[in-house]
């Protein structure tokens, strides 16, 4: 029983990872521009943080010791000091969008303003990673959090044209009326919401919270192989809904309220409701995770007591940083800025930062003075690099490409 409710870590980082504000919003504005013909992407994604995350849990179920703390060890100081800085600042633009994301959730719910709610969202984050315990954080933010299959459910509702989705999803080609530079940059959008850095810091710091050791792989592996599959499928019903619904009208989506518009027109008010539940629940739990996961990497690095599992009191800088992250974020917040713009580009910086994060896990997973017999095998090294690359496209891609065509517009 203790093997199977230990699911739910993998459950959370998927619905807290994949399904985030940022899947959430990358997801409808390309169903809404592009219909399926992105769908591989989310796949790619998928494949991609399954080899992310099951290495990094191998290395602290095995090692016993969190990601940053090794590659502070095993890496150049320059190079785990820029790992650093790019993982944490791209961990910070992401909790700011999830803290926003909980915001417009909230003004769903009640028609009050968002900017009202950005204060009371964070505050709730931080009594949630002060008070409750890691196992509750996981079993109830996951388990309310899988009421996004609501939009699997309004998909089969909308009684859409079946072979047309397909047709669009495993024929993809760039739609007539957009650019090909635009057709890119949202693959990328995609891809960087499918591999942002802190699912992998939080899953591999939970691992070491909970105490995994070497009889825990069996299970570590089962978290990644059902949590980010179920994340990757929720992903692709929520691109079809707004495929079947907005592209036809011609709406792309600038709002919340188009994103949960197929699921309102589909089931109704009941259907609304549970939407809304769910993305509180996803943003909440997204957010809980970054605003951990800047705790993580600075405490890890810099060799400071951390954990969910100590006190204030004894780990005073480790939440201390969470504080601070979180009090930048409403900061940013305040101002007025856009939080889906920020959803936005959060996604796209991911992607830029990735091979800073990416890189080191992959070289620690090969170094048998950490993992002993538990290195990569062929196969897995053979995906890994063929990541690396595609990793390495990706960043050296997106920037240009945000230039280019104007941030997607």
Known sequence: MKRVLGVALGVLTAIGGFLDIGDLVTNAVVGSRFGLSLAWVVVVGVVGICVFAEMAGRVAAVSGRATFEIIRERLS????LANLGASFLINLLTLTAEVGGIALALQLASDVHPRLWIPVAALAVWLVVWRVKFSVLENVTGLVGLTLVVFAVALFLLGPDWSALARDALQPAVPAAEPVPTYWYYAIALFGAAMTPYEVFFFSSGAVEEKWSVQDLGQERLNVLVGFPLGGILSIAIAACAAVVLLPLGIEVTSLSEVVGP???AGGKLALAVVIIGIVAATFGAALETALSGGYTIAQFFGWSWGKF???AQAARFHLVVIVSLLVG???????VDPVKVTEYSVVFSAVALPLTYLP???????????GEHVNGKVLNGVGMVYLVIILLASVSAIPLMFVTGAGA
Do not use: H
């Open 77 to 80: 100081p320059r190079m785990a």
């Open 361 to 371: 896990i992959l070289v620690v997973a090969n170094d048998p003075q950490y993992m």
């Open 263 to 265: 699921v309102a027109l």
């Open 330 to 336: 409403v900061g940013v917040l305040m101002t007025g």
């Open 310 to 312: 100590r006190r204030p």
